[in-house]
C-alpha cells in the first residue's frame, strides 16, 4: 500500500532555492573572473560566463526531465546505469583528449565533456542499491569487498587518467559507511594512514619507528597497567635492539636504522606475541601487528611519493608542508589566492573592481580558484555568505537523508551530502593554503558544464526520492 504523492508540496523547495541561489553567485563571478572589456555582455556565449548560463539553462531542462521520470527507475537501473559510467571512463582513458594532463575529456567541436564528474552520481546510485540488497552484511568480507570494488573501480580508472583530484573525492564515500555502521576503527586507520605519510615527510625513517614503538608500548601502559608485563615488553625489544646494532657495527654491515628498529620489532613482536597468546591478550595480537603495518607503511611512502605523484604534485606537497618555499613555483596560484583573500577585506573592492581578478594574477580563477574571485570583489561578508549557504544546504540534505523512510533513499542522500561536502571543504581549504591543490571545483559555483550537471543531477536525484518519501509506510 502507498500513499498519494503531493507533486509541489512534497519538494524540498529551501534545497532548490539554495541551489539556485549558488549557481547565481557563481555565474555572476564566472563573469567577474574572466571579464573583458571588448566582450562586456554577461550574456556573450562566446565567453565563460555566456556558457556558463547556456549550462545552467541545460540544468533546468535536467532537473524537469529527472522529476518527470519515475522515481523507482533510479533503484531498478543503477547497476545498468554504474556500468555504462564504467565503460564511458574507459573509453574516455583510450580515447579522451588530454587537458591540463589529464586525459579524461571528450570533445566534440567547442564542446567538452568530463565523464568523471558523472561517474561520482553513478557510483552513489550503485552504492546505495548494493547496500539496501537484502543479503547485505557491513561486517561481511565478501560484502566489505564489493563496497571496496563499487568504489574503487571508477577512482583507479579516473586515476589512470591522471586526475589525481577527482579520483580522491571517492574516500568521501567512507561517511556513508561509517553512517551504515562501518566500524569507526577505519575511520581512524584513515587518518592515521595521512598522518605517518605527513611524518614521513618530515622525518626521517629511524625516528619514526622509534616514535611508533615508543607509542606501542605507551598504549600498552595505559591499557594494562601491569608495569612487570611493561617492563618484559621494553626489554626484550630494547635487547633485540641493541644485539642488532652491535653485530651491524662490528660487521660493517652499514644497514639504515629503521631496519635495525623494524627487525627488533619483528623478533621482539614474536616472542610477545607468543606471550600474549597464554595469556590470552588480544591487545598484544593488535598493536604488535598495528606497529608491523605502520613501519612497513612509512617505508612506502618514499617509494610512492617519488614514483607514483607527478612533480608538480610532489610540489605543492612539499610547499603545503612547508618543506620548500616556492612562492614564484608551485606554491604561485595559492600564494596570489591568498593575496586576492585577504585584500578584499571585510566588503571587498567592488564587482569587477578586483586587481588580482583583473589582471589574471591567479590561474585557472573561474574554475578551480572561483572562491578567491569572491573573497578580493565581495569581502569577508560575501565569503562568508558563500560558505553559510553550503553550510545550510549540507545540514538541510542531511536532515533529508535521516528523515527517508527507505533505506535506498537515506544512502543515496547521505552519499550526495558526502560528495557536495568534500568538494566544499577541500575546494575552499585550497584556496586559502590549508590543503594542497588537487584541481576539484567549488560545487554549482566554479565554471564548467560537466561539473554543473553532475553536481545537478546528485542533488534533484535525491529531492526527487524525498519527494516521494510519504509513498512508503513506516
Known amino acids: 500500500m502507498t500513499r498519494r504523492l503531493n507533486r509541489t508540496g512534497d519538494v524540498d523547495w529551501i534545497s532548490i532555492a539554495v541551489y539556485f541561489l549558488l549557481v547565481l553567485l557563481g555565474w555572476i563571478n564566472i563573469y567577474a573572473a574572466v571579464y573583458d572589456q571588448d566582450h562586456h555582455s554577461i550574456f556573450d556565449t562566446t565567453q565563460r560566463y555566456g556558457k556558463q548560463l547556456l549550462w545552467i539553462g ?57 565523464p568523471a564528474e558523472f561517474a561520482k552520481f553513478a557510483t552513489t546510485l550503485a552504492l546505495a542499491k548494493y547496500l539496501n540488497s537484502a543479503n547485505f552484511k557491513i561486517h561481511n568480507l565478501k560484502s566489505l569487498f564489493y563496497l571496496g570494488l563499487i ?21 568521501a564515500f567512507f561517511f556513508v559507511l561509517y553512517r551504515e555502521g562501518l566500524s569507526g576503527s577505519f575511520l581512524l586507520i584513515g587518518v592515521l594512514s595521512v598522518v605517518l605519510f605527513i611524518m614521513s615527510m618530515m622525518l626521517d625513517l629511524t625516528t619514526i619507528s622509534i616514535l611508533l614503538t615508543s607509542s606501542a608500548v605507551l598504549v600498552y601502559a595505559l591499557y594494562q597497567r601491569n608495569w612487570k608485563e611493561i617492563g618484559f ?43 600474549s597468546y597464554f595469556k590470552k591478550l588480544q591487545i598484544g595480537f593488535v598493536l604488535t601487528f598495528a606497529l608491523i603495518a605502520g613501519i612497513s607503511y612509512t617505508t612506502t611512502v618514499d617509494y610512492v611519493f617519488n614514483n607514483l605523484l607527478e612533480a608538480h604534485q610532489q610540489d605543492r606537497i612539499k610547499v603545503l608542508l612547508g618543506m620548500v618555499d616556492d612562492p614564484h613555483g608551485a606554491g604561485y596560484n595559492v600564494t596570489q589566492s591568498k593575496i586576492a583573500i ?16 583583473k589582471f589574471d594574477f591567479v590561474p585557472e580563477q573561474s574554475t578551480d580558484f572561483i572562491f578567491c574571485t569572491v573573497g578580493e570583489e565581495w569581502g569577508y561578508l560575501g565569503t562568508s555568505t558563500v560558505i553559510i ?34 568538494h566544499f571543504a577541500v575546494n575552499i581549504a585550497m584556496t586559502i593554503g590549508l590543503a594542497p591543490v588537487i584541481g576539484i571545483p567549488l560545487p554549482f559555483f566554479s565554471y564548467g558544464g560537466s561539473s554543473l550537471w553532475g553536481f545537478t543531477f546528485l542533488l534533484f536525484v535525491f529531492l526527487k526520492l524525498d519527494s516521494t518519501r510519504k509513498q512508503y509506510l513506516q
Do not use: C
Open 58 to 114: 541545460f540544468s533546468v531542462l535536467v532537473i524537469i526531465a529527472i522529476f518527470i521520470i519515475d522515481v523507482k527507475f533510479y533503484d531498478f537501473f543503477a547497476y545498468v546505469i554504474y556500468g555504462l559510467l564504467i565503460s564511458i571512463l574507459i573509453i574516455v582513458l583510450l580515447f579522451g583528449v588530454e587537458v591540463n594532463g589529464a586525459r579524461s575529456w571528450f570533445e566534440i567541436g567547442s564542446f567538452r565533456m568530463q
Open 151 to 171: 568504489i574503487f573501480l571508477p577512482a583507479g580508472l579516473i586515476l589512470l587518467q591522471n586526475d589525481t583530484g577527482s579520483a580522491m573525492v571517492y574516500i
Open 233 to 275: 615488553v621494553a626489554g626484550v625489544f630494547l635487547a633485540f635492539g641493541a644485539i642488532l646494532y652491535a653485530i651491524d657495527y662490528f660487521f660493517k654491515l652499514n644497514r639504515p636504522g629503521y631496519q635495525i628498529v623494524l627487525l627488533a620489532v619483528l623478533l621482539s613482536g614474536l616472542i610477545y606475541l607468543y606471550f
Open 342 to 357: 585577504g585584500s578584499g577585506g571585510l566588503t571587498g573592492k567592488g564587482f569587477l573592481q578586483g586587481t588580482q581578478t
Open 389 to 422: 549557504l553550503f553550510v545550510l544546504l549540507l545540514l538541510r540534505l542531511i536532515f533529508l537523508a535521516e528523515r527517508q523512510r527507505s533505506h535506498f533513499n537515506r544512502i543515496f542522500g547521505w552519499g550526495v551530502v558526502s560528495v557536495i561536502f568534500f
